[in-house]
């Protein structure tokens, strides 16, 4: 029998999505240890290119671990377990033609591989550089003088390890670069990649 509603069958994938929102979707995903600055270049870049145009959305490790990931600890499993509902839920929003920021730590390559893998073609890697040094000097949150003091167990640079990234598609160095020059960088390099 004739289907009389085709309309029903279709099945929108993600160029359909780009097409309505005029834009490139893909996943920028930064990497970097606590202090480095993810959070806060995270958010400035969502801020230019929402005032370009552009629809986005935020996934911040700590916004995620209060809601979605509010049973996970910090053990090498849950990390892992982590970084696997981030990398899902931002590969969701991608595919729904949104340009999606992620600002997790992902300490180890493996754990980045994963995300690279699930997420697929428009992952893209921004490695937030800052030295230990001064991450731990900046101690936005007191979590380094915490770990110092043995307070909390696994804390990254401290007592679990941080592999920087290699095959990062885009670096900036925090400690080098004031906030506004790394904010460019990105923009530029973002702005780039997403134009439709
Ligand atoms: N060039 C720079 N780029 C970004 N942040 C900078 C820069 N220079 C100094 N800072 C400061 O460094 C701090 C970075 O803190 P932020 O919360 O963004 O780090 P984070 O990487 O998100 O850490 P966490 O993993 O703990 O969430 C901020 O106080 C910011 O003002
Ligand atoms: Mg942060």
Not at 21 to 34: E, F, Y
Not at 37 to 56: I, M, P, Q, V, W
Not at 165 to 171: E, F, G, H, K, Y
């Amino acid at each position: 029998m004739e289907n009389i509603y085709p309309i029903f069958d279709t099945i929108l994938s993600r160029e359909d999505k780009q097409k309505l929102l005029k834009q490139r979707a893909i996943v920028v995903w930064m990497v970097g240890l606590s202090g480095s600055g993810k959070s806060t270049l995270a958010r400035a870049l969502e801020n230019t290119l929402h005032e370009e145009g552009y629809l986005t959305q935020l996934l911040d490790g700590d916004n995620l671990r209060v809601g979605l990931n509010n049973n996970l600890t910090f053990s090498e499993e849950d990390r892992k377990e982590n970084i696997r509902r981030a990398a899902e839920t931002a590969k969701l929003f991608m595919n729904a033609g949104l340009v999606t920021i992620c600002s997790f730590i992902s300490p180890v390559e493996k754990v980045r591989q994963r995300a690279r893998e699930i997420i697929g073609e428009g992952y893209t890697e921004v490695f937030i550089e800052c030295p230990l040094e001064v991450c731990e000097q900046r101690d936005v949150k007191g979590l380094y003088a915490k770990a110092r003091k043995g307070e909390i167990p696994d804390f990254t640079g401290i007592s679990a390890p941080f592999e920087a990234p290699t095959s990062a598609d885009i670096t900036v160095n925090t400690a080098e670069q004031t906030l506004e020059e790394s904010h460019q960088i990105l923009v530029q390099q973002i702005l780039d990649r997403i134009k439709y």
